[in-house]
């Protein structure tokens, strides 16, 4: 049996890797970034915890309507709340849809069902993150 060695230098595989450790600690600092964003504009008494914890892991101003919060249209729905949904989104998604690839790469070894596979999964990452895209810019 032989085994594939990776060649030294930059190539997907090693960008992909990186891509992965970098998206995990920005999605860590995003989801922090929008929880101090919920304390600050006050939801940390005037939201329940499930409207804060729905704010810190996807900032959409559709999710805090039911709290006591005024003017949730002008504080909550910005250029920047907006930016933050599309980075976590885009962050997430790719950040799975490669975990996915990786778990393809370890346990599927007919190279023309690999290469369908990841066909398919480079459609379903695009669409996805098409779609999500969509969702955040027409929710408000």
Not at 4 to 16: I, Q, S
Not at 56 to 70: D, G, M, R, Y
Not at 83 to 103: C, D, E, K
Not at 110 to 138: D, E, N, P
């Amino acid at each position: 049996m032989r085994t594939r060695v990776a060649k030294p230098g930059m190539n997907f595989e090693y960008l992909m890797w990186l891509f992965t450790r970098l998206s995990g600690v920005a999605l860590i600092l995003l989801a922090i970034s929008g929880l101090v964003g919920a304390f600050i504009m006050g939801g940390r008494t005037q939201a329940d915890l499930p409207a804060i914890l729905r704010w810190t892991f996807f900032p959409n101003p559709n999710h805090v309507l039911t709290s006591e919060i005024p003017e949730i249209d002008q504080v909550w729905a910005n250029l920047f709340w907006t930016t933050m949904q599309v980075l976590m989104i885009v962050f997430a998604g790719t950040h799975a849809w490669n975990g996915l690839r990786m778990i393809l790469e370890d346990y599927v070894h007919s190279k023309k069902l690999r290469f369908g596979l990841r066909a398919l999964i480079f459609i379903l990452w695009v669409v996805s993150l098409a779609v999500a895209i969509t969702l955040i810019l027409t929710s408000y």
